[in-house]
């Protein structure tokens, strides 16, 4: 049996002005302790805008006559190139293990989400190193096919595109799928009655009502692309980050690169204001069965097609760069390995784990002062703390130490000397200043997944709980978090993954000691030593499949 | 809840990893230079004189920034980075101090630290040209000039001008020999590319043993990975300029911070690092050159030659680097 209610165009919540309404709850309290997180997350924000007050006109008119137009155009090529990309195959893929049957399905179900444990730099330097001119099978192509065979080059527009796409894809994939399971039967059976073939039932019905996560999933995907550093480098393909690390490392001028990265950030806020506005209000409340017993059961020529789509996807996107890293890893790189590795993978798991607690914490915060009371002061609090990820790395890492040296030079250290302890730093160099740091980054990722399983609770549940004597503590934690504990499940493996990847503020802002393997790889790569940088990327991503994998089977049962 | 057990454990964690130690025997350094290559000096440094080195590693951009945001209460004794660009910015950001060292004057060459005191060279890497052996014979070459002569069309391979060491050997092309004639140069390294330029040092030369390029412009610590790796590559090292400026270098170095909390100590860390005991380790790790002309390279660095070196001081390198980079835009070169 399935018990699906879809309510669209107002929803209860947004009509009747949140919970709080009806509930007889405080909202004081948890609307100050959002506006704190909020005002955490700005703090770098502001460090990054106040560059305004700096004159940098010489090098913005040298940029503008020399570079910026053709990076403003490569980044704009780009967006959109990854923006389809991950769209057609997050969507596709998604579509095909929720909803179809055929050989394989099973395995590549969870597999095509595995891609999100490999930095998208490392997929970057491995696919480069595999089919590059220079690369042992592109040797191997010119002995079999004369030397004047040569592949489309992979160092170009459309190369860095690959390489973004395949490493962004499962953010929509992981949602999309998520949504279309969550549909369940019944909504599909309803378009069949009506007439409507499996191709018409996914325009017309699962398309539609898939749309927030489909959304939610790009605009990580595009937030990610305009704030990467690493592949786009390692494919020296020249976006506008490009133009704010020239100005900042070639020119030695922070402000002016501070200015640009404040004014990504102004494009990143028209772009999410833009697609809310179009998706209109339209909300759609479902009580998720995951039970999919009739599966479009794919033959011949159209099952073929859809196995090949998936493990094209899976080699490219993980089996053939991972494979590559551990050829690189034993060839070149095991006389680094020692028994450091251990604290290293220890330090990045206790670091991911710890950051995915705080951060899925802000998030719940947010979501549920925004259901309890949305009003535009919370909105701009979630749009404010939810920035962050769209900041190129070191960027962010920069405005979170400049704001945590102030807070340290202004008030704690005045404060903590007046107690008679001794001078700081107190917030600086300190872990709790790199936990922060990891939310203000990631809060946008484990925003998502924990905003789209309230939008799945009734609100008539809440009414239910309250008109059979539910305290307001009892409906948070008795009935919400239950109901919630998938999306935060989610939310914060999605954060740990994040945070075992992240490099810049890691690099920045960790207590001495606490190397990672994020940071390993850095020390590599510095110099230039691509391969032996594989001992550490490999083991990042065999360390990340734990989380990875753990999310797998979470979505599989998405109650 | 489980959520509340960690967000306790990760409170205490701010306690116990915050409280900064401040030994008297100790010294902590900021680097830019990778951990692989610092920590064998530092251990070493430790075992011979119980000075305990604490340290962090990142980009010299994030650690310069940090530097001048903690101020005078920055944990920092020195700074160590790559390149003397980043060096002299280091010096004109004020958070290096002035230091007053008979042994570092001695032991560094005048033309590898800062004419005012603050940063001093520690290792020592050329940037020159690299050929294919079987493709071209060494009496093509000449100069890092005249590989913009049109008989090089199509077969020359550079790395991105983004990268910090080919903005330090334009800026020391400009210190000596103007902007104009040094663009007119540039414009034409472009125009002889065989394909786009690489983002490391490493793909110029694979490209070049691959027959996509036959001349480039490489750091000689890469060549000297490769050829450890294929001894047998058809590649080999050439020293340009030998009549005219010298072969460009540059180095990693060090400098002693404004505010640092253990002067002296910083202060004898690095005139150890600057003295025959500690040249060899501090280079050999790398495939560089010591900076101590009493030191000798290690024997396979040895093997590339001797050549003359530009003796301009590395500080134009700094000096003219935007200037350099403004250039290289112009001129189209990625």
């Known amino acids: 049996m399935t018990t699906q209610t879809v309510t669209s165009a107002n929803s209860p919540t947004a009509s009747s002005g949140g919970i709080a309404n009806w509930l007889n709850v405080s909202v004081r309290g948890w609307q100050l302790a959002s506006l704190v997180v909020a005002l955490v997350a700005l703090a770098p924000i502001a460090v990054v805008a106040l560059a305004w007050l700096t004159p940098t006109a010489d090098v913005w008119q040298h940029l503008g006559t020399t570079v910026l137009p053709d990076l403003l155009r490569n980044t704009g090529v780009l967006l959109v190139g990854v923006g389809l990309g991950v769209m057609i195959i997050g969507v596709g893929l998604g579509w095909l293990v929720a909803t179809c049957d055929f050989p394989g399905r099973r395995f590549f179900d969870w597999a095509l989400m595995l891609p999100l444990a490999v930095p998208a730099y490392v997929l970057a330097f491995a696919l480069i190193g595999i089919f590059d001119y220079s690369s042992p099978f592109q040797n191997q192509l010119r002995v079999w096919f004369g030397p004047g065979f040569a592949l489309p080059p992979i160092r170009s527009t459309g190369g860095v595109i690959l390489a973004m796409v395949l490493a962004f894809y499962p953010y929509v994939y992981m949602l999309a799928r998520t949504a279309f399971l969550s549909q369940g039967q019944s909504m599909l059976e309803t378009g069949r009655v009506y007439g409507l073939t499996a191709w018409q039932s996914f325009w017309r019905v699962a398309l539609p009502m898939a749309r927030p996560a489909i959304a939610a999933g790009v605009a990580l995907a595009l937030m990610e692309t305009l704030a990467d550093f690493g592949a786009v480098s390692v494919f020296n393909y020249d976006t506008f980050t490009t133009a704010i690390y020239k100005a900042w490392f070639g020119m030695f001028n922070l402000a002016a690169a501070a200015q640009l990265a404040s004014l990504l950030l102004l494009f990143v806020v028209v772009g999410l204001v833009a697609e809310q506005r179009l998706r209109g209000r339209a909300q759609y409340h479902l009580t998720p069965k995951s039970t999919r017993s009739h599966r479009y059961r794919l033959h011949g020529g159209r099952s073929l097609a859809a196995a090949s789509a998936c493990a094209l996807v899976f080699i490219l996107a993980f089996a053939l760069p991972v494979g590559e890293l551990l050829v690189w890893a034993v060839r070149s790189a095991l006389q680094d390995f020692d028994v450091r590795y251990l604290r290293f993978v220890a330090n990045t798991l206790v670091l991911g ?145 994040e945070v075992m990847k992240e490099m810049p503020a890691t690099l920045l802002l960790r207590p001495f000691g606490w190397d990672t393997l994020a940071t390993r790889i850095f020390e590599m790569t510095s110099e230039g030593e691509w391969e032996r940088a594989a001992l550490p990327a490999v083991t990042l991503v065999l360390v990340g499949l734990i989380p990875v994998i753990l999310l797998v089977r979470r979505t599989a049962n998405p109650r | 809840m489980k959520i509340w057990a960690i967000v306790q454990f990760a409170g205490m964690g701010l306690l116990t990893f915050s409280v900064p130690a401040s030994a008297a025997d100790e010294v902590v350094v900021y680097s830019a230079r990778n951990e692989q290559l610092i920590r064998p000096l530092f251990e070493a440094y430790t075992r011979e004189t119980g000075v305990k080195i604490r340290f962090i590693t990142d980009k010299e ?79 093509e070459l000449s100069t890092y000039e005249a590989l913009g002569d049109p008989k090089w069309k199509g077969r020359l391979c550079l790395r991105t001008s983004k990268k910090v060491y080919n903005q330090s050997l334009v800026a020391m092309m400009i210190a000596r020999q103007g902007e104009t004639r040094t663009e007119e140069v540039v414009r034409r390294w472009v125009a002889n590319l065989a394909t786009d330029v690489f983002s490391s040092d490493d793909q110029v030369m694979e490209a070049i043993l691959a027959g996509q390029c036959d001349a480039g412009i490489v750091n000689t610590y890469y060549y000297g990975r490769l050829v450890k790796k294929q001894p047998r590559a058809a590649i080999a090292l050439f020293w340009p300029n030998q009549k005219t400026g010298g072969v460009h270098v540059n180095v990693s170095g060090a400098g002693i911070t404004m505010h640092a909390k253990h002067k002296v100590a910083a202060q004898k860390l690095l005139e150890w690092l600057s003295s025959p005991s500690a040249q060899n380790l501090f280079a050999d790790g790398n495939l560089e050159f010591p900076v101590n002309p009493t030191v000798a390279p290690a024997a396979s660095v040895a093997a590339w030659g001797k050549f003359r070196q530009d003796q301009t001081n590395l500080a134009e390198a700094g000096r003219r680097q935007v200037q350099a980079v403004k250039l290289m835009d112009r001129a189209g070169y990625r």
């Open chain 1, 353 to 497: 784990g710890t950051a995915a607690a705080v951060t899925t914490f802000f998030a719940l915060l947010l979501a549920y002062t925004w259901r309890l009371k949305p009003d535009r002061m919370i909105r701009g609090a979630v749009r404010v703390a939810t920035l962050g990820y769209a900041l190129p790395g070191s960027v962010l890492a920069v405005g979170i130490m400049v704001s945590f040296i102030w807070l340290d030079r202004q008030w704690l250290t005045p404060a903590f000397e007046s107690l008679g302890f001794g001078a700081g730093p107190w917030l600086a160099g300190s872990m709790l200043a790199l936990l922060l740091a990891y939310g203000v980054r990631f809060l946008a990722v484990a925003y998502g997944p924990v905003d789209s399983s309230f939008e799945r609770i009734k609100p008539s549940l809440w009414q239910a709980a309250r008109s059979l004597g539910a305290s307001n503590r009892e409906i948070l934690w008795r009935v919400s978090i239950p109901l919630l504990r998938g999306g935060l499940f989610s939310a914060g493996l999605l954060v740990f993954v």
């Open chain 2, 61 to 139: 951009g994030p650690l310069l920034v940090r530097l001048k945001a903690e101020g005078s209460s920055t944990p920092a004794d020195m700074f160590i980075t790559v390149d003397a660009g980043n060096l002299w910015l280091a010096a004109k950001e004020g958070v290096l101090a002035k230091v007053d060292s008979p042994v570092l004057m001695q032991n560094i060459p005048a033309h590898l630290r800062d004419p005012g005191q603050q940063w001093f060279g520690l290792s020592v890497r050329a940037r020159t040209i690299v050929y294919h052996t079987g493709r071209v014979k060494p009496a």
